[in-house]
T-cell receptor, first 111, second 112 residues
Framework: QKEVEQDPGPLSVPEGAIVSLNCTYS??????FMWYRQYSRKGPELLMY????GNKEDGRFTAQVDKSSKYISLFIRDSQPSDSATYLC???????????FGTGTRLQVFP | KAGVTQTPRYLIKTRGQQVTLSCSPI?????VSWYQQTPGQGLQFLFE???????NKGNFPGRFSGRQFSNSRSEMNVSTLELGDSALYLC???????????FGQGTRLTVV
């Protein structure tokens, strides 16, 4: 079993839709949770950074962490064609910067 | 504020050769990590450096090595290149442990 599981998609939605992207993980030691967006042939771009359980909102993006169920979510409101990219979840443990990445979910937002 | 800079952006090498990739972290960041990204395996952790010391190492063969300099810049080296080493190599920098990690654009290595 992989430490981080993520549905690879692709997920195709119309412009303006609310998108829900999810990851599950197995290591209860994970304390820090990041979401990255990666466009084709580019490096990953940090979208959200959260610590432990709870919600965090930044503009159209909301990250949720439920440590009791080991479930991580990223919600995108009012999705735009420019949101079309691969979204990667990446948790890490205390005292290390080593990130464990999910496979990434490819999102396509069509006009 | 300049981001993470990786050089070169593209490389083509022949099997058996060696290669050195460079990463300049964001100014003030002390930690540098390296990742390999391939279509089949996704993003996999290679190493983590902080203050010139390797803090963590992934499950890669000894042909993969790295180092960090006193100015936090980092290099990674791959010796005796194999076709399977073709990948996007990404560098990430963090200011301190367990803070946000910012990635560079990567070096795309093709081994022929």
């Amino acid at each position: 079993q992989k430490e981080v599981e993520q549905d690879p998609g692709p997920l195709s939605v119309p412009e303006g839709a609310i998108v829900s992207l999810n990851c599950t993980y197995s290591n209860s030691a994970f304390q820090y949770f990041m979401w990255y967006r990666q466009y084709s042939r580019k490096g990953p771009e940090l979208l959200m950074y959260t610590y432990s359980s709870g919600n965090k909102e930044d503009g159209r993006f909301t990250a949720q962490v439920d440590k009791s169920s080991k479930y991580i979510s990223l919600f995108i409101r009012d999705s735009q064609p420019s949101d079309s990219a691969t979204y990667l979840c990446a948790p890490s443990r205390e005292n290390t910067d080593k990130l464990i990445f999910g496979t990434g979910t490819r999102l396509q937002v069509f006009p | 504020k300049a981001g993470v800079t990786q050089t070169p952006r593209y490389l083509i090498k022949t099997r058996g050769q060696q290669v050195t990739l460079s990463c300049s972290p964001i100014s003030g960041h002390r930690s540098v990590s390296w990742y390999q990204q391939t279509p089949g395996q996704g993003l996999q952790f290679l190493f983590e450096y902080f203050s010139e010391t390797q803090r963590n190492k992934g499950n890669f063969p000894g042909r993969f090595s790295g180092r960090q300099f006193s100015n936090s810049r980092s290099e990674m080296n791959v010796s005796t290149l194999e076709l399977g080493d073709s990948a996007l190599y990404l560098c990430a920098s963090t200011k301190d442990r367990n803070t946000e990690a910012f990635f560079g654009q990567g070096t795309r290595l093709t081994v022929v």
